[in-house]
């Protein structure tokens, strides 16, 4: 048998639901049988108890004159009870007195003796006609327990004529093999009425459950197919967004191979041109006048200017081989570059060593991140507490530039990203990452300032 997890909602519910039918079965059918059976033997011995006071009343008006019946009151019952039908259905008979004292009995050896007052005594005492079937433990039931056949014991009050007082009990002994035949019948009836009326109910339950279980059902396994093909689809969407994701890597690297060798053209040829022709300006001026003087210093100028700018775009163009070393030297690389630069210093705090999942497109970002980060702070803070700090949290890498000056505005805030910042953010935005700006309040610990935060998310080393 399976698990239960694993059964069906109608499954379970015959399980469970059966064995609580049974239980109210068993309950209702024992409350109803146990029901019909004291009403059939409560209404046999009141219909017997009616029929022998129409006897009895007469003969037992003086019992409570003494511990004995009169001799007349005695041959009397005797008359009554032996070789007549109403003998043949009570086998036996007792007159009680209120102290227990049995005062007459067919067997003579129980009169005159005590015996202790029952439940069905004393309740006759009170008026109450009780009857039971069976119950032939008490010591004074021996003679009619000894005959082996069912009895209906009964007892029921005697009173007097004139004032209806309860003078005495009269216990008798019926025959019970009709009754016990007609309960056993009713009994079985009310068994198997219950049983059906319970069998109707839960079938009906059942068949309302199994329509339900079999709707939802049919509902988990649309959406177990939904989820399958979402499943799917999310899988097709990771792998495209991969797939993006490494093609933007690529070409953001092969942007920077084209700016590098850019930059190296730059250096090579127009820088070096210029340079060759400071230096023949520098051969001709001793063949021009004093006048002339003046525009050749001009022009000098004007080509060491040209050649300082085209120097520094090509530095910042070039990009060192990078790919193949770790991340905290490709950091510590930047900081130097930019503390020899501007004269300052820059602490670096965090991560040492290299993360081998994060590939040439990503170092690259990393590369371009802190010197773009650095290059603000010492824009719009002069360079104050410049610091780098680098954490992995899982399979994010977290990256922070910091400075310690004034900050910006709310409104300065919301326009500082310049040029160089829109395309940063659109360079980390291109490997699945993002890029975060904000301004950092003074504390009593540290003052206030700006943190440029970069989170990468580390894919594996195809970015």
Request: with cysteine; charged share 20%; aromatic share 4%.
């Amino acid at each position: 048998m399976p698990p239960p997890s694993r059964l069906s909602l109608a499954q379970r519910f015959a399980l469970a639901g059966g064995a609580v039918m049974l239980a109210a079965t068993v309950a209702v059918g024992y409350w109803v049988s146990n029901r019909i059976e004291e009403a059939v033997v409560r209404n046999t011995a009141n219909a017997t108890a009616l029929y022998m006071e129409s006897f009895l009343s007469p003969i037992t008006q003086d019992i409570d004159r003494g511990d004995a019946l009169p001799p007349g009151a005695i041959l009397a019952l005797e008359e009554v009870l032996e070789g007549t039908s109403l003998g043949e259905r009570v086998k036996s008979f007792k007159i009680w007195k209120p102290d227990g004292r049995i005062i007459y009995a067919s067997d003579p050896t129980l009169i005159g003796k005590v015996f202790p007052v029952d439940d069905g005594l004393k309740a006759a005492f009170e008026g109450v006609v009780s009857g039971e079937i069976g119950g032939l433990d008490e010591p004074e039931n021996t003679t009619e327990a000894a005959l082996g056949i069912p009895l209906l014991e009964i007892y029921s009050p005697v009173r007097e004529v004139w004032s209806g007082r309860i003078v005495g009990v009269a216990e008798f002994y019926e025959v019970a093999d009709g009754l016990t035949d007609d309960l056993a019948k009713a009994r079985w009836r009310s068994w198997g009425a219950v049983a059906l009326v319970m069998l109707g109910i839960g079938g009906a339950m059942f068949l309302i459950v199994l329509q339900g279980s079999r709707t939802i059902d049919s509902q988990r396994a649309a959406l177990t197919g939904q989820m399958a093909a979402l499943r799917d689809l999310a899988d097709q969407n990771l792998a495209l967004r991969l797939r993006v994701q490494e093609a933007a890597g690529r070409a953001s690297a092969m942007n920077d191979r084209a700016l590098r060798r850019a930059g190296a053209d730059l250096h090579d040829g127009p820088a070096q041109l210029l340079g060759f022709a400071a230096l023949r300006l520098d051969s001709l001026r001793g063949l021009v006048g004093e006048p002339e003087q003046t525009d050749l210093d001009q022009v000098e100028s004007a080509l060491r200017d040209s050649l300082q700018e085209i120097r520094q775009i090509a530095r910042g163009l070039s990009l060192p081989e990078i790919e193949a070393r770790p991340i905290d030297q490709i950091v510590q690389g930047v900081v130097q570059a930019h503390e020899a630069r501007h004269g300052v210093t820059v602490a670096v705090t965090g991560l040492s060593g290299d993360i081998a999942e994060l590939g040439p497109a990503a170092r690259i970002c990393l590369y371009r991140f802190v010197q773009e980060g650095l290059n603000n702070g010492w824009k719009h803070a002069g360079g104050a507490g410049q610091r780098v700090s680098l954490h992995r949290e899982g399979r994010h890498l977290q990256v922070t530039v910091s400075d310690e000056g004034p900050g910006l505005s709310a409104e300065g805030l919301g326009q500082s990203e310049g040029m160089g910042l829109a395309g940063l953010r659109d360079r980390v935005e291109s490997l699945g990452g993002s890029l975060i700006l904000t301004r950092r309040g003074a504390t009593g610990e540290r003052p206030g300032g700006m943190d440029l935060i970069m989170m990468l998310e580390i894919q594996g080393g195809g970015l």
